[in-house]
Nanobody, 119 residues
Framework: VQLQASGGGLVQAGGSLRLSCAAS????????VGWFRQAPGKEREFVAA???????RYAEFVKGRFTISSDNAKNTVHLQMNSLKPEDTAIYYC??????????????WGQGTLVTVSS
């Protein structure tokens, strides 16, 4: 399975971005696809996951601001990020795993996409 992340960029605080994770070699409706992020000097952290295109999980710090969704026709998982804060600045990675748990080892990783939120 190959994953291609896109959609990062520079946005002002309070703005929005939509990240996309396009999958090939596997179908998002049979994968758990997660978004992770890593800020400078910090460890990588879980952000959200789409579980077999039927369930979702979110980290507490993004609840109410970020929404993960699955477009099965395009075999893509999106992360809509609203009300962005400077502390959301990070490289965002999408990853996939077989199974239905959002937390655990992810087998497939895409390249990162940089999100920068200015104050």
């Amino acid at each position: 399975v190959q994953l291609q992340a896109s959609g990062g960029g520079l946005v002002q605080a309070g703005g929005s971005l939509r990240l996309s994770c396009a999958a090939s070699g596997g179908t998002v409706s049979r994968l758990t696809v997660g978004w992770f992020r890593q800020a400078p000097g910090k460890e990588r952290e879980f952000v959200a996951a789409s579980i077999w295109s039927r369930g979702t999980r979110y980290a507490e710090f993004v609840k109410g601001r970020f929404t993960i969704s699955s477009d099965n026709a395009k075999n893509t998982v999106h992360l809509q990020m609203n009300s962005l804060k400077p502390e959301d600045t990070a490289i965002y990675y999408c990853a996939g795993r077989v199974g239905t748990l959002a937390i655990g080892e992810y087998n497939y990783w895409g390249q990162g996409t940089l999100v920068t939120v200015s104050s």
